[in-house]
């Protein structure tokens, strides 16, 4: 680690490679599981921050890629990463096909700084995902519940099927407690299941009624997902008088 | 250490050596950005030119469209992992733009300002000498919003973050200041041959 004291602290101290052991592999979804890893050298971080993951092959070849991290920030020492597996991916079939408990990943984090909620940060806070985009969701909704704030969210989610919506049953418990935690799904290729819920692509009208669920204007809009979906998303809140500043997006490409 | 298991993709052997460690090739082109596309309609965009905080020069889109035009072919590196080959860029480059203004580089470093709010550091000497260009056209075509339009930097031999959409303004500042991303944790300069994504990279 190279530290020079004479510069001020803009930068913490440089992000370390580690070896990281996957404990469980959970099946969430039919195209997504989730990897829990446990650090040697656990770090902190801000719900919505993701991982440089780095796989090498036995001749020195590397790929690397980025995962969101879907666990809420805890002292556990382990984190979650849940990865949808890509037809065509290189990183992504060597998790679902290959990667076993006990195997060694390496990985360094926390990275991202802009795409997070801390529990200082006021409500109302919007959230809209996409597929694997409600992973870093996932982990503010976490941080939220575990730390028993009741700072007002509504999630929007999309999915193409109801068994696609990624932590669809823990999402639905949260929501049962009715804390200031609201849940809107939006299902591409089935019918909705609950009331209120969508059945179609996300447009300016269904983002409309989201923002109706809340008593004020959104403090903070944090929209995560493909890109076509972001944008979709964004310009839509922009449509709804949202003002572009407090519209936050990670796109995943 | 090896990833057991892991065999990995390797790149054509006749692209390898054009592909930086931890990248690889991509036939599109991803849209990574923080914040929604802004959409800056053409009679209200403009470009100025600062040396700290003082106005050297501003153009709008008339003014800047009639500057002597430059054409690149690069390969530009994305530190999310992506490296796309061969993209046809064309625009002013940032030689022209200096000498349009009349300016000798006054100081090292300058941060470039963009449309929403983003912004990047890039020393002088990455962006001058036929390095670096503000982009109007993308594959002969006039560049697309969702990819910086109407007008970004490109700076192709560094990581893309450095290559500001919505660019609106460039300024020379008296020492490196760290712009949107090198505040949060990435690097300050970002070769992508010597993998500088992050700080201590």
Redesign the interface.
């Given at each position: 680690m190279t530290t020079n004291t004479s510069t001020p602290d803009l930068h913490p101290g440089r992000l370390q490679w580690q070896s990281a052991v996957i404990t469980a592999i959970v099946p969430r979804t039919a195209r997504i599981k989730s990897f829990f890893l446990r650090l040697p050298q656990p770090f902190d971080f801000l719900a919505g921050q993701h991982v440089d993951v780095r796989l090498s092959a036995e001749d020195g070849y590397q790929a690397q890629r980025s995962y969101s991290i879907a666990s809420a920030p805890d002292a556990s020492g382990e984190i979650e990463l849940a990865i949808e597996r890509l037809e065509d991916g290189e990183v992504s079939p060597f998790f679902h096909d290959i990667a076993v408990v006990g195997d060694e990943i390496e990985l360094r984090g926390p990275i991202g700084g802009y795409f997070v909620w801390s529990i200082g940060d006021a409500g109302p806070i919007v959230l809209i995902g996409g597929g694997s985009g409600l992973v870093p969701l996932v982990s503010m909704i976490r941080h939220r519940a575990n730390q028993r704030v009741n700072t007002p969210f509504v999630l929007l989610a999309s999915a193409r099927t109801w068994d696609d919506v990624l932590y669809r049953d823990e999402l639905l418990q949260y929501a049962a407690r009715q804390d200031g935690f609201q849940l809107v799904l939006t299902t591409t290729r089935e019918g909705a299941r609950r009331p209120g819920d969508f059945e179609r692509r996300i447009d300016r009208q269904m983002i409309a009624s989201m923002l109706a669920c809340l008593s004020q204007t959104p403090r903070q809009c944090l929209v995560c997902g493909s890109n076509p979906f972001v944008e979709a998303a964004s310009q839509a809140l922009i449509a709804a008088a949202v003002n572009a500043d407090v519209i936050r997006t990670e796109r995943y490409g | 250490?090896?990833?057991?298991?892991?065999?990995?993709?390797?790149p054509p052997r006749d692209t390898a050596g054009r592909i930086p460690?931890?990248q690889?090739a991509t036939d599109?082109f991803?849209?990574?950005?923080?914040?929604?596309?802004?959409y800056i309609p053409l009679d209200q965009w403009s470009f100025t030119l600062k040396v700290g905080p003082r106005t050297v020069a501003t153009w709008n889109w008339e003014q800047f469209n009639a500057l002597p035009r430059t054409q690149f072919t690069r390969d530009i590196h994305?530190v999310?992992?992506?490296t796309k080959l061969d993209t046809i860029w064309e625009g002013v480059s940032i030689d022209d733009l200096l000498k349009a203004a009349g300016l000798e580089p006054p100081t090292k470093f300058t941060l470039a300002h963009s449309y929403?709010?983003y912004s990047t550091n890039v020393p002088i000497d990455d962006l001058t000498g036929g390095k670096a260009m503000v982009a109007l056209r993308y594959d002969g075509k006039p560049l697309e919003p969702?990819h910086g339009g109407p007008a970004r930097l490109l700076v192709p031999h560094l990581y893309f973050w450095k290559s500001a959409k919505w660019v609106n303004g460039l300024q020379f500042t008296q020492r490196d200041e760290?712009g949107?991303w090198?505040?949060?944790?990435y690097h300050m300069r970002g070769d992508p041959w010597k993998e500088e994504?992050?700080?201590?990279?």
């Open positions: - | 250490m090896a990833t057991r298991g892991f065999g990995g993709r390797r460690p931890g690889s599109g991803p849209v990574l950005a923080a914040t929604p596309t802004p994305c999310t992992k992506w929403g709010g969702d760290a949107f090198e505040l949060r944790g994504r992050f700080a201590g990279d």
